[in-house]
């Protein structure tokens, strides 16, 4: 078995993809990139959510504001934003997409 450094990222974006398949409005993904965290960014209007497997834990770690809140090279969460995070367990793979796509709609 090979295991990636995005395979969480990419199983979170997969079910992210199938709940957002009834809405109006078009999201840019992007990738994400913080030192040893990879993943990707989703921009929606103008909220964005970065997401990837936590460096420090077995969780699946979301960054969540405003476009201007992230850096452009990487969609690097500023300091306000870093400590503004979510967390949901590895297995609750589901959950992580479903929050997401919550954040997203409030655009």
Sequence with gaps: ??????????????????LWETDTFA???????N????G??????SNMVAFSEDRNSDN???YYGKMRD????????DDATYRNRAFYPL??????????VSILRLG
């Design 60 to 62: 699946i770690v979301i």
């Design 91 to 100: 297995q609750d793979i589901y959950g992580a997409a479903q929050y997401i």
């Design 27 to 33: 999201i840019d993904v992007l990738p994400y990139q």
């Design 70 to 77: 992230f850096d452009p090279q990487g969609y690097t969460p």
């Design 1 to 18: 078995m090979i295991r990636h450094s995005m395979h969480i990222a990419d199983a979170v974006l997969s079910l992210i993809e199938y």
């Design 40 to 45: 990707w960014a989703i921009l929606a209007t």
């Design 35 to 38: 030192g040893r965290e990879h």
